[in-house]
C-alpha cells in the first residue's frame, strides 16, 4: 500500500479574491482526492492536506502557478493511512485566531532562527528563553527543553500573557509553535509590546524534528488531524516503529 503524504503550508498575505479563489482550490483538490483544510481569510492561506505523493505535488505545482504562492514552502510527513475524513476549504476572518486586529505584522517583524541555529545555542549553553505559544494542553504532550508554558487555553489568550513576563523584555527570546505560524504572530506582537530580542524557530517544530530530530526535545508533537501527534522521526506516535 503507497503511503500518504501530509503537508501543512502557509502564507501571510493580502488575499482579495477569497471567494473565486475558495472556489478554485475545492476543485483543485477535488480532482485529486486530497482531504484536509484549507483556509483562506483577508491576511492569507492555510492549509494541511493529504493524499498520494503525486496528487500532493500536482496540487501544489498548480498553487504556486500563482504568482502570490510561489514558492511557498510546505512541510512533509507520511502515515499509511489517510489521517482527515473530508475536504474543506472555509473564509475566515484570520488564519491565526489572535484577535489583535491592529497588529501589523510588516511593522515590528521578528527574525527567523533556523533549526540548526537553535540546536547550536542549546549545545553551547548560551543564555536564551524558549517561548512555546501553544496551548496547554499541546505543551503537555510535548515541548522543548526549559521552555516557558503560557498556560493558555487558545492562542488568542496569548496577548495577555504577555504582562506575565515583563521582566523578560531585555533577554533574548526564541518563540516557537507547530509550523511556525502562530510565531509569525506572536513574535510581531511581542515586538510591538517591547520586548527586544525576539526570534521565531523557522518552520517550527517540524521543521527544527527535520532538521534536528529530537535533540533538547521531549515528548511528541500535537498535529491537528487523525495522527494526534508526531514523535521526532515525523512518524505518528501511535504507531509502533
Known amino acids: 500500500m503507497a503511503r500518504i503524504a501530509n503537508i501543512a503550508a502557509y502564507r501571510f498575505m493580502p488575499l482579495d479574491d477569497r471567494t473565486p479563489l475558495r472556489a478554485r482550490l475545492q476543485a483543485a483538490a477535488e480532482a485529486r482526492n486530497l482531504l484536509g483544510t484549507i483556509l483562506l481569510a483577508p491576511e492569507g492561506i492555510n492549509l494541511f492536506l493529504a493524499g498520494a505523493e503525486a496528487d500532493v505535488r500536482g496540487f501544489l505545482d498548480d498553487l504556486q502557478a500563482d504568482a502570490r504562492f510561489a514558492g511557498m514552502q510546505a512541510k512533509w510527513s507520511w502515515c499509511d493511512t489517510v489521517p482527515f475524513h473530508r475536504l474543506r476549504v472555509r473564509l475566515k476572518n484570520e488564519i491565526v485566531t489572535l484577535r489583535a486586529p491592529d497588529l501589523d505584522l510588516a511593522a515590528t517583524p521578528a527574525p527567523y532562527l533556523p533549526a540548526a541555529e537553535l540546536k547550536r545555542w542549546y549545545d553551547e549553553g548560551r543564555d536564551f ?5 501553544r496551548n496547554e494542553w499541546e505543551v503537555a504532550q510535548g515541548t522543548f527543553d526549559n521552555a516557558i508554558d503560557p498556560h493558555i487555553a487558545s492562542f488568542g489568550e496569548f496577548p495577555r500573557f ?3 513576563i515583563e521582566a523578560l523584555k531585555d533577554k533574548t527570546i526564541v518563540t516557537f509553535c507547530t509550523g511556525g505560524i502562530r510565531c509569525e504572530k506572536a ?3 511581542m515586538k510591538r509590546a517591547g520586548f527586544a530580542h525576539v526570534f521565531q524557530l523557522e518552520g517550527g517544530i517540524l521543521e527544527y524534528f527535520e532538521q534536528a530530530g529530537g535533540a533538547h526535545w521531549r515528548g511528541n508533537c500535537v498535529v491537528f ?7 521526532p522521526d515525523l512518524s505518528p506516535a501511535g504507531a509502533t516503529a
Do not use: H, Y
Open 225 to 231: 488531524d487523525d495522527r494526534g501527534a508526531l514523535r
Open 187 to 189: 513574535a510581531p506582537l
Open 129 to 133: 528563553v524558549v517561548l512555546d505559544t
Open 162 to 164: 504577555l504582562d506575565k
